[in-house]
Every structure is written in C-alpha cells, then in structure tokens.
C-alpha cells in the first residue's frame, strides 16, 4: 500500500460482488408520475418489495380527481402520451379529461402497475430513522377509516404539484346559500342547466370551464381579477386544415386505421419535416411543423426580450384583439402587462368566442365578499347566482400535503418555508433516501413534461440500483450540489421572461417570488441533463460501514449457482465495434 493512504476495509463480506441488496420501496401517488415508477422499478430493479399508495380509489392521479366541464389537456394528445405506449386512436386533437384517463388506467394494466398499488389509502405522514436507514409512513385506509404504518429502504413522493386544491380566501364564501363547486372537487350530480353561475378564476381551468357552461346557462358572470394571455393553438395549422376556425377537431376512423397498420405513417404524422429553425413554434412559417417539433421548439419565447418573445407577443395580442372585435372592452382588460409564459401559457380553444355571448358577462371589478345570494363587489353591488364555481387552483408552496420528518426530525415544510431547495428537483439535503417525482423546479414552461416524468423515473432507478449493488445504507445529495442547483435557478431565471412580476403558481403563487416550479432550462436540456446521475453529488454511507463492501468476497453470482458462465460470448451481450468497409470486404 502506497504511503499516506489509508484502508478503511475492516472484513470480508459474505456476499458476491454482484449480489443485489434487497430493497423496500414506498411510493405515494398512483398519478402519472407514481404508474411509471411502477412499471420502471421492477423493470430495473431486481429484489423489489414495492408499494404505491394513493388516496384515489384509481389510477390515474390528476386526471381521476378533474371533472369539470371541459376538462382537457391543453397540449395536443399525440404529444401527451409515453413514448414506449404510443396511442394511435385518440378521438380528438385535444383530448378529453375521460379518454386521457383510459390512456392511463391502459397503461397501468399493460405494464402491470397495478399489482404494486394500494389504492384507498392516504399517506398521513412519513418520517426518517437514522437509528434503523429506513422510513416509517403512516397511512390511512379511506375505506375502513383505520390507520397503519408501513416501513421502507427508499421513500419516493410522486403527489406532484397540481393536487392540493383550495378555496379562495373570500370573505362569507361559506355563506352562500346557492350551490358551491370547486373546479378540483367538482359535482358531477349538479345541473347547471338554465341557472345563474358565477364563475371565478381565469386560470386553465376555467379557460376551459366557460366555453362548456356558457351554451346550457342562462348567465355566467366571469370574474376575471387580472389580465391573462390566451395562446393560439400549438400546431395551430394542423388544426385550420381539418376547420379554418382553427377548433378542436376529431381524427377519422380511416385516420386512426392507417396510423395503427402503419407505425412509420403515425410517427411522420408526429415528427413532420424537421426543419432548421428553432423559431417555427407559434410562426407564420410553421404551416409543414409537425406537432411534437412545435411543441419542442418554445424555449426561445421563455428568453427576456428575444425575438421569439417579441413575435409571439404580438401575434396574440393581434389574435386575441380579433376574437374579442365585438367586445373591444374585454380585450383591454385581458390583455396583460406582462409578457407570455411569465404565468402558465394557455390556448383555451373557444374562450375568447365564449367571452363575446350575450349570456356572458364579465366582471373586472374586485370581489368584496359572498353573500348568501351571490357575490358582492367592492362597489357594493350584489350580483345574485344559483350557483359559484371557484376555479381559483391549488397550494403550490410544496409544503402543506402531509409531514416529511428527516435527519434530526427537520420537517421537509420547515426546511422549505422560504424556498424548496433541491437537487435535480430529486432529492433535497438531510432527506436520505428520499426522492420526488415532478419535485420543485421540475415543471416545463414550454416543452414536453411527459418525456421529463419518463426521465425522471428512469433517473431515480438508477439510483436504486446503485444503492442496490453496492450496499449503499443512505444516499443523500450533498449541501453544496443543493445550493449549487439552487443558485443555478435563481440566475438562470432572472434571464428569463418566467421571473418577472405576474401573479403564479411558477413562484407559489406570488408575483415576484423565486421561481420554485420550472426546470431551469428547456425540456431537451432537461433530457440530457436527467439521463444520468452524477454520482460524486451524493454523500453515502455503507452497509456494515464497509465502503469497499460491493466489491464482495471475490466470487461472482455465476461461481455459485447453475447459470452460463460463459455468457459473455453471446452476441447480445457483445458490444461490437464499428468496421472499415474496406476491412469488411477483405474478411
């Protein structure tokens, strides 16, 4: 051994090198993010004991607990799906909440999830032992009403952002006399039909709420506190071909037919001509773009005085301007200050059409409280409903869903009460073993999440597996690669139309805040980023504290049981080399 270094190796562990450390794994949230750890985890992972939990009594997390009127994906259908269970029949350019969900539970038969989950049951708490390495989560059966614990190696959150919904904080709202809906908890059982609603909130939801409601209602008063942009179409082309109102459109029977017998037809149809440009998203010129280029191709418009921001710009304002001609008014109260994807970006087919009928009236003037009648402004009129639909969105502070005790019993909400710190948007400091699916800062402001949640499932798998092979106890990102990612963001996004003041849930909710929910950079970066770990960010300890432990006791897995030991020379497992052509040809 060379002077001045020190071995640390005390035994020789009684295992192979490549035996595989067993592992238990609890994970809450049977959403998007919570299927695909179901179905890349015991793809990557041998020796699993698994468990998904979720309050739901189905798969299928947002996309189970929204049933509003209306309720769709705002990114075309084609771009909203996985890229290993691609679905050549969605009915409609948008889809509808309902078709999206059947994708889900689909996938989740598929791939098997669903042996893993443990649906009805709600995650009250869950709390770290350094004394054991493992995670008690205390948990409620919705069912029975009775409450359990359940222990674990790793404990990964897959609740997401966008499912903690609250009610506004309006004086007297619990007053109202009338019917009370919330866009998050809505009642499928209630009749709108020919009554008066107040409807309350600009935001995605109820950009999509209004259009739905305004045909089947005698009123609708829209409140609408500040301005908001009201994108074109993505791939707005596509759809002017099929109707040159450029609506939503339903795909032919003959067109689902072809995509399904011709698998290389339905990729063209998604990938088009790829051109050059990083411009062509929202573009006059995108008339060949293909949906998930457009989709791709945004991040430019993200950029503080870009001209793809200043393009953009101006053709909605010009698109939103012309859609409200018959109602110049509301155009000047719509239009904001603020510049596109400061707050989350929204097409909203037929908003804008809904704002101009006469049975719509919209209301700028603040709220002052609800009455027992309806709503009163702060001009103290009373404008009487049947019924008040808040579509006034969610607690995105990452805070408020249920305990997280770490090291030292810190509390993952003390920790963050000024800012969610994070690794990768992953894991957090003192956290051991603890990882976040769709965390803070992982939300993409233009570009496809779908392929993110994909990357960072596939991301925390090759954590497990590390922590698997070799004999890691704890795993934990450093403070430093913490505060580095952290300080990361905060610059990155002050270059970047995101952090400028807008009301958002970007930033919790502020104005000016710390943007907390997007990933700093563009959905491609992010790909290449999450592809794999950086290792030499994570502190670790050892199994019986033996560093050294993976290397084993000098066999391998194949010394000792039956299986080839000459495997190695199949052609699967033989990384060939390219060739010269000329040597080819000689051999």
């Not at 409620?140 to 009403?145: C, H, L, M, P, R």
């Not at 609708?220 to 908001?228: K, L, P």
């Not at 994807?341 to 929204?346: F, I, M, Q, V, Y």
């Not at 051991?432 to 925390?460: C, D, H, K, W």
């Amino acid at each position: 051994m060379s002077p001045g270094r020190i071995s640390n190796i005390t035994n020789i562990p009684n295992r192979s090198v490549d035996a595989a450390r067993p592992l238990k794994v609890i994970c809450v949230g049977a959403g998007i993010s919570g299927i695909l750890a179901a179905i890349r985890l015991p793809q990557k992972i041998q020796k699993l004991d698994l468990v998904v939990y979720d309050k739901n009594f189905e798969v299928g997390g947002t996309w189970v607990e929204n049933k509003y009127p209306g309720c769709a994906c705002d990114i075309p259908a084609h771009c909203y799906q996985l890229s290993f269970e691609s679905n050549t029949a969605w009915s409609e350019f948008y889809a509808s909440g309902p078709e999206i969900l059947e994708y889900w539970k689909h996938v989740a038969d598929k791939y098997g999830a669903r042996k893993y989950m443990k649906l009805g049951r709600q995650v009250l708490e869950a709390r770290w032992s350094e004394e054991n390495a493992q995670w008690t989560v205390k948990i409620k059966d919705i069912t029975t009403g009775e409450d359990f614990e359940d222990t674990s190696d790793i404990f990964i959150s897959a609740i997401g952002v966008l499912n903690d919904w609250k009610w506004p904080n309006l004086p007297g709202l619990h007053d109202f006399k009338g019917k009370l809906l919330h866009s998050a908890a809505w009642d499928e059982k209630y009749d709108y039909k020919d009554k008066n609603v107040a409807l309350i909130g600009a935001g995605s939801s109820g950009i999509q709420i209004l259009p739905n409601i305004q045909p089947s209602v005698a009123r609708v008063d829209h409140y609408i506190r500040g301005g908001t942009w009201i994108a074109t179409n993505i791939a707005e082309s596509e759809m002017k071909k099929r109707n040159p109102e450029g609506d939503n459109f339903e795909y032919s029977d003959d067109e689902i037919w072809s995509w399904k017998k011709n698998p290389e037809k339905y990729l063209q149809y998604r990938k088009g001509q790829q051109h050059s440009s990083s411009e062509a998203v929202w573009s006059e010129h995108s008339q060949d773009v293909a949906i998930e280029k457009e989709l791709q191709s945004g991040h430019p418009i993200t950029i503080r005085d870009s001209a793809a921001q200043v393009r953009v710009k101006k053709l909605f304002a010009e698109s939103m301007k012309e859609k409200l001609k018959s109602r110049p008014e509301i155009a000047d109260h719509l239009l904001p200050d603020f510049p596109p994807l400061c707050k989350r970006l929204t097409p909203g087919p037929g908003y804008l059409e809904a704002l101009t009928k006469e049975n719509v009236q919209v209301i700028t003037k603040p709220i002052s409280e609800i009455v027992a009648s309806g709503i009163k402004d702060t001009d103290g009129e009373v404008r009487p409903v049947d019924a008040i639909i808040c579509a006034t969105g969610f607690d995105t502070t990452f805070t408020n869903r249920f305990p997280i005790s770490g090291r030292h019993g810190v509390k993952l909400s003390d920790k963050w009460r000024q800012f969610p710190e994070t690794y990768m948007s992953l894991s957090t400091s003192d956290f051991p073993n603890y990882f976040m699916l769709l965390g803070p800062n992982s939300a993409q402001g233009a570009g496809n999440l779908l392929i993110l949640i994909e990357r960072t499932a596939e991301y925390v798998a090759q954590c497990l597996e590390k922590i698997q092979k070799e004999h890691i106890t704890t795993m934990v990102p450093s403070e430093r690669s913490v505060a580095n990612f952290t300080k990361f963001c905060e610059m990155y996004f002050e270059g970047t139309v995101h952090s400028l003041e807008c009301s958002s849930w970007y930033k919790g909710g502020s104005k000016d805040g710390k943007v907390s929910a997007l990933w700093p950079g563009s959905s491609l970066h992010a790909i290449e980023a999450l592809s794999r770990p950086r290792w030499e960010d994570f502190d670790y300890s050892y199994v019986d504290d033996e560093e050294f432990g993976w290397f084993g006791d000098g066999w391998a897995e194949r010394d000792r049981n039956g299986e080839d030991k000459s495997y190695y020379l199949d052609p699967a497992n033989i990384d060939y080399p390219p060739v010269e052509r000329h040597s080819a040809a000689r051999t």
